[in-house]
Nanobody, 126 residues
Framework: EVQLVESGGGLVQPGGSLRLSCTAS????????IGWFRQAPGKEREGLGC????????FTADSVKGRVTISSDNAKNMVYLQMKSLKPEDTAVYYC???????????????????WGKGTQVTVSS
C-alpha cells in the first residue's frame, strides 16, 4: 500500500523559512515522481514542483521559483520542500503526491498523481 506522510508544518513568521518532509512507503521510491502541492482556504490546489530519481528530473513552478527547493534522500525514501522568504499568502495545507510518470513529463499535473498524503498545515503569521 502506497503511503505518503507529510511533516514539518506549523506556524512561521513572515520572512522565515521552513522545510517540509514527505516520507514515502509501500512502493519502489526510485520509480516514482514525487510532487508537492498546496491548497489555501477557498482556493484551488496549486502545484509547487516535483522530483524524479529515475531520470534526475526536477521542476519548480514559476509562482515559487527562487523561494522553493525540492530535494530527495532516496536512501530514506524522503522528499523535502524547502521554502524561504515566507509570506502570509503561503499559508495553506501542503501535500506531497506520487506518480508513476516522470516529473519531466507531468510536472505538477494532478491528473497523473495517484497517491496523496493527508497534508500538513503551514501558517505564516506574525
Amino acid at each position: 500500500e502506497v503511503q505518503l506522510v507529510e511533516s514539518g508544518g506549523g506556524l512561521v513568521q513572515p520572512g522565515g523559512s521552513l522545510r517540509l518532509s514527505c516520507t514515502a512507503s509501500g512502493f519502489t521510491f526510485d520509480d516514482y515522481a514525487i510532487g508537492w502541492f498546496r491548497q489555501a482556504p477557498g482556493k484551488e490546489r496549486e502545484g509547487l514542483g516535483c522530483i524524479s530519481h529515475s531520470d534526475g528530473s526536477a521542476f519548480t513552478a514559476d509562482s515559487v521559483k527562487g523561494r522553493v527547493t525540492i530535494s530527495s534522500d532516496n536512501a530514506k525514501n524522503m522528499v523535502y520542500l524547502q521554502m524561504k522568504s515566507l509570506k502570509p499568502e503561503d499559508t495553506a495545507v501542503y501535500y506531497c503526491a506520487a506518480s508513476r510518470y516522470s516529473c519531466l513529463h507531468i510536472t505538477t499535473n494532478t491528473v497523473y498523481y495517484d497517491d496523496w498524503g493527508k497534508g500538513t498545515q503551514v501558517t505564516v503569521s506574525s
